[in-house]
């Protein structure tokens, strides 16, 4: 490891934290109608950042966090091709649209489960994922996600010639 590890966690953190907020910033875009290309570029950066840091940390089994990094790492090639490559040209806007979601969705996830980890006071009220506590909070952000999704899909329809790269090179 080139850094120490309270170091690579903060930045792994800090990578998190920004693909967060700027995914958030991206979807409340997406349901409006609205394109901000560097938002997207910011938030698709630090998602895929976010994922490779993850995998950088030791460990001695295969963890629920890194099936969701590797799921979103297989996810986040095709939303980065439909934006950049396809250009949001017919059915890739949806795609886009949809994986950003589901991107953000499992960035999510994991931030919520490190905080039942984490803040003793969640820890407490959900010792394991098992608890009735962890699953009723991650069923509802994903409800939440659900709905941010459909959303997103129905507000984001309309492109004009160039679609959102055009937007985001411009940005």
Not at 31 to 51: D, H, K, Q, S, Y
Not at 129 to 157: E, I, N, S, Y
């Amino acid at each position: 490891m080139l850094v120490d590890l309270p170091t690579f966690t903060l930045i792994h953190v800090a990578l998190s934290l920004v693909g967060i907020f700027a995914g958030l910033v991206v979807v409340g875009g997406l349901m409006a109608g609205v394109r901000f290309g560097r938002w997207v570029g910011l938030f698709l950066a630090t998602t895929v950042l976010t994922n490779v840091t993850g995998f950088g940390f030791p460990f001695v089994t295969l963890l629920p966090s890194h099936i969701v990094g590797a799921l979103s790492l297989l996810v986040l090639p095709f939303a980065i091709a439909a934006l950049y490559w396809k250009q949001l040209a017919g059915a890739w806007l949806q795609v886009f649209v949809v994986l950003s979601v589901l991107a953000l969705y499992l960035n999510v996830f994991v931030l919520v489960a490190q905080l039942f980890q984490k803040i003793p006071v969640l820890a407490a009220l959900a010792p394991s994922p098992q608890a009735p506590a962890f699953a009723t909070t991650q069923g509802l952000v994903l409800l939440l996600f659900v709905v941010l999704g459909w959303a997103a899909v129905k507000g984001f329809r309309y492109l004009p010639a160039g679609g959102l790269a055009s937007a985001a090179r411009a940005a």
